[in-house]
């Protein structure tokens, strides 16, 4: 098995904010230990919708330089439109997002690109109208359909995150969304740690089996049982060794990315440190 260890560019100082600049994270992914790097695109940071294909050709060589491997990319713009809303306006606007991204993504020389193609409704966005379920459902594969030639052009897989948007709850719904989509430029972005207060994730991952493009780490505490439940990886309840086992099963070959948000409040980058020590007992090394 030669999964690599990654690092979600959100889990450092300014992910989130968009104010991380690529030369920084992976500055900071090489200091940390990692071998790959998950950038993050903001609508409107430093790494935005807007970032043209020389300015990915800059940071290709940066990380070349450094050691560290862009393999996937994740962005922020889901939640604020999807392609599975129920407003014509705001699936055409995410349609052209999600082809901004591919196109950021296939620059970039990655092959994975998480998408979240659609919500119910968003935990930490109450004022948000639930929508039906079965809209999302239809929108979302509508949109996506529409997508994969963008995507087959610039070789890069769409990888539909397991998150908490009441939206493809189990690992068979999942995988029976991303087979009537019937192409290998769609897939699964599996997040361990969104799945332990429904299922589990070894289980996830046997049923998804090649259908899997992408791994997010994290860990999570059931009896929290909310967003706060999220803690550092060995501190919560996910089972690694099984996770791990499930993972060499399927013969996954990329990175396993750690995604750790929110950030500490006081010394933000020890966080980080913990992470990459933990994975290393995790995967072994």
């Known amino acids: 098995m030669s999964v690599r260890k990654g690092l979600n560019a959100w889990s450092l100082p300014g992910g989130l904010a968009g104010t991380l600049t690529p030369e920084e994270a992976i500055a900071k992914a090489k200091q940390y230990g990692f071998e790959s790097l998950e950038l993050t695109v903001a609508p409107d940071g430093v790494f935005g919708l807007g970032t043209t294909e020389a300015r990915c050709k800059e940071v290709v060589k940066i990380a070349e330089d450094a050691g560290i ?16 809303d129920v407003s014509e306006s705001a699936r055409v606007g995410a349609a052209e997002d999600l082809k901004s991204l591919i196109r950021i993504t296939g620059w970039l020389g990655a092959k994975s690109l998480l998408v979240i193609p659609g919500a119910v409704d968003v935990f930490f966005a109450p004022d948000r109208p639930v929508h039906p379920y079965d809209e999302v459902l239809r929108n979302a594969q509508d949109g996506l359909r529409r997508a994969i030639p963008e995507a087959e052009a ?3 897989r769409m990888g539909i995150e397991n998150v908490w948007n009441r939206f ?7 995988a029976h969304f991303i087979d009537e989509l019937d192409s290998p430029f769609v ?17 996830w991952l046997r ?26 990886l060995l ?20 990175p396993v990315v750690a995604e750790m948000i929110p950030l ?20 072994g090394r």
């Open 69 to 84: 491997r862009l393999e996937s990319v994740a962005a922020g713009t889901y939640w604020g439109r999807a392609l599975g």
């Open 154 to 156: 610039m070789n890069v």
């Open 168 to 174: 493809l709850l189990s690992p068979v719904e999942m």
């Open 187 to 203: 897939g699964s972005y599996f997040d361990v740690g969104n799945v332990l207060p429904f299922g589990y994730p070894d289980q």
């Open 207 to 232: 049923i998804l089996k090649h259908r899997v493009v992408g791994i997010h780490f994290k860990d999570f505490r059931r009896a929290v049982g909310t967003a706060e439940g999220f803690v550092d």
């Open 235 to 254: 501190e919560g309840d996910v089972d690694w060794p099984a996770v791990m086992a499930a993972i060499e099963e399927i013969g996954y070959d990329g």
């Open 264 to 283: 500490y409040k006081l010394y933000p980058e020890v966080r980080v440190a913990n992470t990459s020590r933990a994975m290393d007992a995790i995967l």
